[in-house]
T-cell receptor
């Protein structure tokens, strides 16, 4: 599986936007970029995913670089409930393929 | 999104005993289920992949005779930790794969072996 690199931790203030970066310079043409997050003592939850174009959903936006070697997860207005570990994961679109987790970014949100 | 449940949510057992953890997909049929283990302050580590009706595929370093996985139906997979020891204490998380990209995670089971 192609490797991703994320900062270990980031801090944000409540109500402010948060940009979580992810580098994946060895991404292959068929790899999708997935983002999951894990709140303390819970299982991970899906945030967003994309292939080439920027994506938006009710939780976040995903901005993908033109060369696809990096991406940024954008939380438009951070809340205290967004404090979690955010994982950027590359995976093909084949059913039955596991998600392989890296270390992720621990996001702290202050009021 | 789809719901995946795990039972029990936490369990304490004595060293040498076996513990079974259930993972159920409540509102969809999961052709593939995955089992992960997570130690404190670490990331999730994939233990095995199971497909309904066939033997599980274990990751390197995971003892298949110690961690027995059964995927008897499209909505149920079980993980049995046999002859548990304190070093098996961990947070065990299952996930269920849908037909395409989606993967839904259970809430996890915290196992403590005394």
């Amino acid at each position: 599986d192609a490797k991703t690199t994320q900062p270990n931790s980031m801090e944000s203030n409540e109500e402010e936007p948060v940009h979580l970066p992810c580098n994946h310079s060895t991404i292959s043409g068929t790899d999708y970029i997935h983002w999951y997050r894990q709140l303390p003592s819970q299982g991970p939850e899906y945030v967003i995913h994309g292939l080439t174009s920027n994506v938006n959903n009710r939780m976040a936006s995903l901005a993908i670089a033109e060369d696809r070697k990096s991406s940024t997860l954008i939380l438009h207005r951070a809340t205290l409930r967004d404090a979690a570990v955010y994982y950027c994961i590359l995976r093909g679109n084949q059913a039955g393929t596991a998600l392989i987790f890296g270390k992720g970014t621990t996001l702290s949100v202050s009021s | 999104g789809a719901v995946v449940s795990q039972h029990p949510s936490w369990v304490i057992c004595k060293s040498g005993t076996s513990v079974k953890i259930e993972c159920r997909s409540l509102d969809f049929q999961a052709t593939t289920m995955f089992w992960y283990r997570q130690f404190p302050k670490q990331s999730l580590m994939l233990m095995a992949t199971s497909n309904e009706g066939s033997k599980a595929t274990y990751e390197q370093g995971v003892e298949k005779d110690k961690f027995l996985i059964n995927h008897a139906s499209l909505t149920l997979s079980t993980l049995t930790v046999t002859s548990a020891h304190p070093e098996d204490s961990s947070f065990y998380i299952c996930s269920a794969g849908g037909q395409r990209y989606e993967q839904y995670f259970g809430p996890g089971t915290r196992l403590t072996v005394t």
